[in-house]
């Protein structure tokens, strides 16, 4: 396993809208954006609160369209319209939960993880397509997933990432556990009191070097690591040593000086008291002394909780900021949590060095699944 | 183009084989008691379906699989399901949409809207840190974490593995309204049990003197429904699982009865030279796990193992049993590839 793994092409649906144009307007623009109701009148619980993506029909495969619609978009950005074999790989909270749940439009029990063979079936692409149920990691495993298949030479075209939609069994879920901030996802904020779930799809064109070379594919960025680890521990709470999410970002950011070239980090971040103040300190073991002077992107302020899409939103993020050669502003933040000893840069973009053109983007999940890959710019 | 072009795979040993499911005729109740089978206390609001794969990965390290072998960050978990949460969502709907409202859920079984929580307790036991990976494509899941499963080994995310199906009988009625089940099966139905595998590197389990039970290699296709099955494709899967010295091949497929299932499976037949023999796919993926796990625990021999479904999935793994062909002094565990060697 030894190949060179690249990206050329990246597709997003958010609750912003479609398209990474959208995303990046969004992200540059860095405004605060309230979570939505769903009209859904079946959805009995104190918050309904959720980032939807601008799409009405809540009776429809919205996780099939929103993944479809990024996948259409990645090809096109990484020019492979007209593919007819790809692998696709694709993470999930929730599949495609609507039509098993009820007054949703279904008619009988369907598996509700059909993402991956539904989008490939629509875009014609014959290979293999697995769906994987990750939790809110599950993006994050898909590009490991993408990431083994290409270094092992078992595909040349992988498309890869994560998709999920609104789901009333998950935000009840959610709301029973007392994990929704009633204000909005407020992640590292010292008054944070737990996420906001969110609509969502990012997808990746995952490649061999030796495939986008040779067909002249130019200056696309290197998928250079991949990192997965379980906590084995409590079923909601991260490990409060960290110990586990350490070694992920570690195997993903590779052996001595890899981390020394992280010029952004985009984490996991979804505003749960604990789940921040772990991350943080982690960050601390990883960078050590340069910590202060890594800039965090918090994907999350902007989108709210993509669940199992939203480690492949981090990479769609980290792959415009790397070709864009900066980190934006992040969204602001009424108070930073003291706890929570990170750098969020609030007034201004910061450039990525030239030596420190990688993102580390850390997605975690329920049952301690974590994962942490590493994107690298093209040489400035 | 080629979006997949496969280069073979390394046959993994499987040291230990376990697994539980209902004996025919027996009540949806009574067949698996989670006090008797896993302890008195604390298992009682894990899923069913948790509860059933705990009981399997017991008895797969009780067969004589040792996933304690290597530290607990080298130890993996490829995990599958498809309907094995599905009542509980149900039920957990129901009480949203119509008894009350989420205030009402259980908070021991909330976090279970997560699928990959069928692994928690597995991976709490048993000290699973390097991974724990949940695949849940319809009827090929239990396969297909077999092959992703050994494709992390073989990328060294991993030096020992833990793979594993589970399923639960389906909602009774989901929509709360005479809803059927899917996919063919009536209300209610579906499969229920678990299977557990024990895979690591033959060299490892051959140092350590453990019984290898056989060893096992997997790969998967997906074509668009509607699509004329693409030359080469079917017969290159086989290709790159068999090897010349498999001149004996016993096939078995199990089918979800739709024409592309007999499609290929016909395929795979021509591929290995072989008439395979047919037996029904279940609502979920359980149905293919315990044929992998009847292939391991048979008599000597060479086995390939088939599940296609409606949607275009396919999945292939090959099991050899009793003395490995390839086995002898200097030769890898690498399955070499017919017509290349």
């Known amino acids: 396993m030894t190949g060179e793994v690249v990206v050329t092409g990246i597709g997003a649906v958010t609750c912003h809208g479609g398209g990474t144009d959208t995303l990046w307007r969004a992200m540059t623009a860095a405004r605060i954006r309230r979570p939505d109701e769903p009209a859904d009148p079946l959805a009995v619980m104190d918050l309904p609160r959720i980032n939807l993506v601008p799409d009405p029909d809540l009776r429809a495969a919205r996780a099939t369209r929103f993944a479809v619609a990024a996948a259409r978009e990645a090809l096109a950005d990484a020019g492979l319209t007209g593919l007819s074999e790809a692998a696709v790989v694709l993470g999930s909270c929730m599949g495609e939960p609507g039509p098993n749940e009820r007054e949703r439009g279904g008619d009988r029990w369907t598996a509700p993880f059909r993402l991956a063979s539904a989008t490939a079936t629509r875009l014609g692409l014959a290979g293999v397509a697995h769906d994987v149920g990750n939790a809110c990691s599950a993006g994050g495993y898909a590009l490991g997933m993408a990431y083994d298949m290409v270094r092992a030479g078992e595909a040349d075209v992988v498309l890869a990432g994560g998709s999920d939609a609104y789901s009333r069994v998950a935000l009840g879920c959610f709301n029973r556990l007392g994990a929704v901030d009633p204000d909005r996802c407020r992640p590292f904020e010292t008054d944070r009191s737990g996420t906001v779930f969110a609509e969502g799809a990012g997808i990746l064109v995952v490649e061999s070097a030796a495939h986008a070379a040779a067909r002249g594919a130019t200056a696309p960025l290197t998928l250079a690591g991949s990192g997965w680890s379980c906590d084995a521990g409590h079923v909601t709470a991260p490990h409060a040593d960290g110990e586990q999410i350490v070694r992920a970002m570690r195997e993903a950011v590779g052996p001595a000086g890899g981390a020394t070239a992280i010029g952004c980090v985009i984490p996991h971040g979804t505003g749960t008291r604990l789940g921040d103040e772990v991350e943080s300190q982690a960050l601390h073991r990883v960078f050590g002394e340069r910590t202060p002077d890594v800039p965090l992107y918090s994907l999350k302020a902007l989108l709210g909780h993509a669940g199992g899409a939203s480690a492949a939103l981090g990479a769609v993020a980290g792959a415009l900021i790397l070709r864009d050669g900066h980190v934006p502003r992040n969204v602001p933040l009424r108070e930073q949590d003291p706890g929570c000893d990170v750098w969020l840069p609030q007034r201004a973009p910061v450039p990525l060095p030239r030596d420190r053109r990688r993102v580390l983007v850390n997605a975690y999940g329920f049952g301690g699944s974590n994962s942490s890959l590493v994107l690298e710019g093209a040489a400035a | ?341």
Not at chain 2, 302 to 323: I, K, N, S
């Open chain 2, 1 to 341: 183009m080629s979006g997949t072009n496969g280069t073979g795979g390394t046959m993994w040993a499987v040291t230990g084989v376990g697994g539980v499911a209902p004996e025919p005729g027996a009540g949806d109740g009574d067949w698996f008691d989670h006090r008797v089978r896993l302890g008195p206390r604390g298992y009682k609001y894990l899923p069913a379906a948790a509860q059933y794969l705990l009981a399997a990965a017991r008895a797969a390290l009780a067969d004589g699989g040792r996933t304690d072998a290597v530290p607990a960050d080298r130890r993996g978990a490829a995990l599958a399901l498809n309907g094995g949460f599905a009542g509980l969502f149900d039920s957990m709907d129901r009480r949203i949409a119509l008894e009350g409202g989420a205030a009402g859920l259980s908070p021991a079984t909330a976090p279970f809207f997560a699928v990959s929580l069928l692994g928690s307790r597995l991976t709490s036991e048993l000290s699973l840190k390097a991974f724990a990976l949940t695949l849940a494509s319809p009827k090929v899941a239990a396969l297909e974490a077999v092959e992703a499963g050994g494709r992390a080994l073989a990328a060294g995310r991993c030096d020992t593995l833990l793979v594993g199906a589970a399923e639960h009988r389906l909602p009774e009625s989901p929509s709360g309204d005479g809803f059927p089940a899917g996919d063919g099966f009536p209300a209610g139905e579906g499969e229920q049990g678990a299977v557990a595998l024990t895979l690591e590197p033959r060299s490892a389990a051959e140092a350590r003197g453990a019984r290898v039970r056989g060893t096992v290699a997997a790969r998967s296709l997906f074509v668009p429904p509607g699509r004329e099955l693409p030359a080469g494709l079917v017969s290159g899967a086989v290709r790159r699982l068999l090897s010349d010295l498999d001149t004996t091949v016993e096939v078995h497929h199990v089918l979800d009865g739709s024409p592309f299932a007999a499609t290929v499976a016909a395929a795979v037949d021509r591929a290995a030279g072989a008439t395979g023999r047919v037996t029904p796919a279940g609502a979920g993926c359980l149905a293919a796990a315990q044929a992998l796990a009847g292939s391991l625990t048979g008599p000597p021999g060479t086995r390939l193992l088939t599940t296609v479904t409606r949607e275009g999935h396919a999945a292939l793994a090959l099991v050899r049993t009793g003395p490995d062909p390839y086995r002898g002094p200097g030769t890898s565990h690498t399955s070499q590839k017919r017509g290349t060697h």
